[in-house]
């Protein structure tokens, strides 16, 4: 058995770096996606945030890190990172999700609704715990 080779070039087909921006759909994908660069940040500062506490310098360095005015705007930048990618993924959820009640699957309106409750209840319970 011989195999042939074929003196024609592969196709390749381009793809440039701004294949993202052509569609709405890429774009707020890459936009979603993006949040995690401030998580990131979230995570240095609980970090520094747990070693402040362990030295026992919390109150000292850690409380005047975070009134520092750059620290306060990347907190800000952060929390609406963060708002964001919840809002979007919760709009997602109910798709890929599929919940099955008395044979019938639940609309994804009432499986949106309940993420909300349970994200607000929990946040509330939060803030009460810590203003006890």
Request: aromatic content about 14%; some cysteine.
């Amino acid at each position: 058995m011989t195999t042939t080779t074929s003196k024609r070039n592969k196709y390749v087909r381009e793809i440039k770096p701004n294949w993202w921006q052509k569609i709405d759909f890429y774009k707020m994908y890459i936009l979603r996606e993006s949040t995690a660069l401030p998580t990131i940040w979230f995570c240095i500062v609980l970090l520094y945030g747990f070693l402040c506490l362990g030295n026992g310098t919390f109150e000292t360095s850690f409380v005047a890190f975070l009134k520092n005015p750059l620290v306060i705007i990347l907190n800000v930048i952060t929390m609406a990172g963060v708002v964001f990618n919840t809002i979007t993924w919760y709009g997602l959820t109910p798709k890929a999700l599929n919940l099955i009640y008395k044979n019938e699957r639940l609309p994804q309106a009432v499986i949106k609704n309940l993420m909300w409750v349970i994200t607000i209840a929990v946040s509330v319970l939060t803030l009460i715990l810590v203003y006890i």
